[in-house]
């Protein structure tokens, strides 16, 4: 990486946001994640724990194989549901009085960690989060709230510098600690599911030089909100139908539009387009510049899950790589809240 003349920490700090997003250039400073819609969470602060189940989800991304210290990406998270072990009686009949097991609770929480790589830059990030569910009859209304750190590292050795005794970027520290938080809501019925967020609620400031006083960034607000349907349209087959719309407090927007088909609820198969992260909308879809396709696929052993995808995407960029691969496993331990059976699943 080539950084020159006086004005190279304003240049080294912009290129934190620039090569972090893990997409275009011009996109957001979060990560981009192709099978989200495997696990909201990643997105919506609101989602864990809606199901009932203890989850633990791994996710690897490549973006851009082939280009030298290209973006990587690398997340786990765990959430899980504080179901409550009471009897209710289903008949009013004293003699004939029969308990049954109660597990409504409405608390759930979960944990998220990355870290995020793009040439010389690191990011580091640590979630945890709190949610509270709100039954209905047939459906059910979640608000999440999470607190997140993040620490930026630079790393040395990954930088080449045209002029080695620049001041100001010897006098830039090699780190920097970001705390913020997100919100988020999430409602489900026996068919679809919806939720909006907000990321990166404080945008705080990120300042790397040394006296605090130098150039600077600041960490923009995220809105996400996703929506998807699900139509059985045979005995053994599921399509799924979903969106992902993203844009910030700059009104740089991202579209994802994705389908899904799932066979016997084992197996699974996708296609999104998304558009590159623009100003303009409208400019990206339809004309193709900076977008992406994505292929997924998956499958489920028991209580493990599978998926793969790939991303190709239409520019300079995707023409002289191997494209972008994520992979991810996750695991589900216990059952649904009994009486939310309907609530989807993978």
Same mark, same amino acid.
Request: hydrophobic content about 35%; glycine content about 10%.
């Given at each position: 990486m080539l950084i020159k003349t006086k004005h190279s920490i304003g240049l080294l700090i912009l290129t934190v946001f620039l090569g972090l997003t893990g997409s275009s250039v011009k996109a957001q400073q979060l990560p981009v994640y192709s099978q989200y819609m495997m696990n909201g969470f990643l997105l919506n602060p609101a989602v864990a724990g809606h199901? !009932?189940?203890? /989850?633990?989800?791994v996710t690897a991304r490549e973006q851009w194989i082939g280009l030298k210290d290209a973006p990587g990406t690398y997340a786990v998270s765990y959430q899980t549901r504080l179901l409550k072990n009471s009897y209710i009686s289903r008949s009013a009949s004293i003699r004939k009085r029969k308990r049954v097991m109660s597990r409504s609770g409405r608390v759930g929480y979960g944990v998220y960690a990355f870290t995020d790589m793009a040439g010389a830059f690191n990011r580091t990030g640590l979630q945890g989060t709190y949610t509270y569910h709100i039954p209905f009859d047939q459906s059910q209304l979640t608000f999440g709230v999470s607190l997140t750190g993040y620490q930026f590292r630079i790393d040395n050795d990954k930088m080449r510098l045209l002029d080695e005794d620049d001041q100001l970027l010897l006098n830039t520290e090699r780190s920097a600690f970001i $705390?913020?938080?997100? %919100?988020?809501? @999430? @409602?489900?019925?026996?068919? =679809? *599911?919806?939720?909006? #967020? /907000? =990321?990166?609620?404080?945008?705080?400031?990120?300042?790397? +030089? /040394?006296?605090?006083? +130098? $150039? !600077?960034?600041? =960490?923009?607000?995220? *809105?996400f909100i996703m929506a +998807? @349907?699900?139509?059985?349209? !045979?005995?053994?087959?599921?399509?799924? $139908?979903? %969106?992902? %719309?993203?844009?910030?407090?700059? %009104? &740089? #927007?991202? &579209?994802?539009?994705n389908g899904k088909v799932y066979f016997a609820e084992n197996y699974w198969a996708g296609l999104s387009w998304r558009t590159g992260g623009s100003y303009s909308i409208i400019e990206e879809s339809f004309n193709g510049k900076g977008s992406s396709l994505i292929i997924m696929g998956g499958v489920r052993v028991d209580k493990f899950y599978f998926g793969y995808a790939f991303d190709y995407t239409f520019n300079a960029i995707g023409v002289r790589t191997a494209g972008s691969h994520e992979i991810m496993a996750a695991v589900k331990f216990g059952d649904n809240a009994r009486r939310y059976r309907w609530l989807n699943r993978y």
């Open positions: 199901e !009932g189940y203890t /989850a633990i989800n $705390p913020d938080a997100n %919100f988020g809501a @999430y @409602y489900t019925d026996k068919n =679809m *599911y919806a939720g909006i #967020s /907000a =990321m990166q609620l404080f945008q705080t400031p990120l300042k790397l +030089g /040394a006296d605090k006083e +130098g $150039p !600077g960034f600041r =960490m923009i607000r995220h *809105y +998807g @349907y699900r139509f059985e349209v !045979g005995r053994d087959l599921l399509l799924e $139908p979903s %969106f992902l %719309f993203k844009t910030t407090e700059k %009104f &740089i #927007s991202q &579209i994802d539009v």
